[in-house]
T-cell receptor, first 115, second 113 residues
Framework: EADIYQTPRYLVIGTGKKITLECSQT?????MYWYQQDPGMELHLIHY???????EKGDLSSESTVSRIRTEHFPLTLESARPSHTSQYLC??????????????FGNGTRLTVT | AQSVTQPDIHITVSEGASLELRCNYS??????LFWYVQSPGQGLQLLLK??????LVQGIKGFEAEFKRSQSSFNLRKPSVHWSDAAEYFC???????????FGPGTRLSVLP
């Protein structure tokens, strides 16, 4: 069962549009993440957050931005979508424990297509 | 720096056959290791995890994995594969304080009827 929710599941949008991908979790996790994944490919971390008002860029450079105003909510925004943004975007969360023991919990993803 | 390799990009097995997916890691301290499965169009689901203690860990869906420190490996096994096991499998190393997970590139499993 999903305790982390992503909407929309699928989105087809034209070039130049502004979009926001929503991610919410009900587990009270402090740490949240956004990964980008092309079909059949590995995951690339694009943003993460340690908690409210904390946002960090990940390993893969991205033109998207994120915000963390509430613990449970971590939306990702693209100001001007381009075809190169076509991908699957996965949101995840974890407890914030010393030593990396806390596993990631993933949402079902948003598959974005920019035409 | 941490790294994870999964030497097999794609594996095909027959239904009912045994399975072993390989994972090797590079990490300076005691690793926290995870296996995730991803069905097409879905997010990742945790199969099992290793923190310490018994080096053979049991997970969901009949999977198990064995941690071998001497070989820096954490291979995933299942004695009898079902058609529903066809998916992408990711090995990951858990991060220390302030760092992030490192995922392997994934192994795609196909199951023949």
């Amino acid at each position: 069962e999903a305790d982390i929710y992503q909407t929309p599941r699928y989105l087809v949008i034209g070039t130049g549009k502004k979009i926001t991908l929503e991610c919410s979790q009900t587990m009270g996790h402090d740490k949240m993440y956004w990964y980008q994944q092309d079909p059949g490919m590995e995951l690339h971390l694009i943003h993460y957050s340690y908690g409210v008002n904390s946002t960090e860029k990940g390993d893969l450079s991205s033109e998207s931005t994120v915000s963390r105003i509430r613990t449970e909510h971590f939306p990702l925004t693209l100001e001007s979508a381009r075809p190169s943004h076509t991908s699957q975007y996965l949101c995840a969360s974890s407890e914030y424990r010393v030593g990396g023991r806390s596993p990631l919990h993933f949402g079902n993803g948003t598959r974005l297509t920019v035409t | 720096a941490q790294s994870v390799t999964q030497p097999d990009i794609h594996i095909t097995v027959s239904e009912g056959a045994s399975l072993e997916l390989r994972c090797n890691y590079s990490y300076g301290a005691t690793p926290y290791l995870f296996w995730y499965v991803q069905s097409p169009g879905q997010g990742l689901q945790l199969l099992l995890k290793y923190f310490s203690g018994d080096t053979l860990v049991q997970g969901i869906k009949g999977f198990e994995a064995e941690f071998k420190r001497s070989q820096s490996s954490f291979n995933l096994r299942k004695p009898s594969v079902h058609w529903s096991d066809a998916a992408e499998y990711f090995c990951a190393v858990g991060a220390n304080y302030g760092q992030n997970f490192v995922f392997g590139p994934g192994t795609r499993l196909s199951v023949l009827p």
